[in-house]
């Protein structure tokens, strides 16, 4: 009897250890289950998203938001870098500057047109985008926003970009500078897609400029300015 009461016993403080052990870790295994914390985990993505897009995005629309950030300014495209030093060897220095000026004004006028992109992007992730971004690396919610919505901003930036270089002048400006370039001896003929080349560098720089917003808020804590956003990205620290 006394052996079948200490068995008993001891089944039931091993089941109360387990209980609390489970109570525990269920709020860890709750933000995993649909329905419950995944609504935080996303939500606290979007924002992320969200704040990315505000902060860094909007900042490219601005007047001089390409022209005058160094880590996104559009300089003339490889087959034009000859050009370009050419044309400075000649004194035309600042024609070559206008010409670059006005590639990165068209930018800035293009990017206008993401807002509402990225917008869709944000309200279709899923909960198994939103367990992957937050579990994955320090660009993972950029590569989400890359991978969904490249084709359609370029089909929307593409023509800006070129209205644009007409609306300014840069239609004009740049064939002046492809006439007198190609006027000079012994060089090589161009005729670069300047607005092809323009749109993918205006593409290149929006993903640019928020993955430096989400690797702040994944590394920096003081950059979690939210509630939401310090609860979530909580989770990753311990990832």
């Not at 050009?83 to 070559?96: C, F, H, N, P, Q």
């Not at 990165?104 to 992957?132: C, G, H, L, S, W």
């Not at 890359?146 to 930036?157: D, H, I, M, V």
């Amino acid at each position: 009897m006394k052996k079948i009461l200490l068995l008993a016993v001891t089944f039931s403080l091993t089941s109360c250890a387990q209980v609390q052990q489970t109570l525990n870790q269920l709020p860890q295994i709750a933000s995993q289950i649909p329905g419950n914390g995944t609504v935080d985990i996303a939500s606290g993505l979007k924002e992320a998203l969200n704040k990315g897009i505000t902060q860094q995005v909007s900042k490219l629309t601005a007047v001089d938001g390409f022209y005058k950030n160094e880590a996104v300014k559009i300089l003339m495209p490889e087959e034009l870098q000859k050009v370009d030093a050419t044309l400075r060897k000649v004194g035309l220095s600042s024609l070559a500057d206008e010409g670059i000026k006005m590639l990165n004004r068209a930018a800035e006028d293009a990017v206008k047109e993401a807002t509402p992109i990225f917008v869709t992007a944000v309200k279709n992730m899923t909960f198994t985008d939103a367990k992957n971004i937050l579990l994955g690396s320090d660009n993972a919610a950029t590569n989400y926003l890359q991978g969904s919505t490249t084709t359609a901003l370029y089909a929307k930036f593409n023509p800006v970009i070129k209205n644009s270089f007409e609306k300014v002048g840069a239609d004009a400006v740049w064939k002046n500078i492809i006439t007198k370039y190609n006027t000079i001896p012994l060089v090589k003929k161009v005729n670069p897609d300047l607005t092809d080349y323009t749109t993918n560098q205006a593409l290149s720089g929006v993903f640019k400029m928020i993955a430096v917003e989400e690797k702040e808020i994944r590394n920096d804590i003081s950059a979690r300015t939210t509630p939401l956003l310090q609860k979530v990205f909580a989770l990753q620290d311990g990832k």
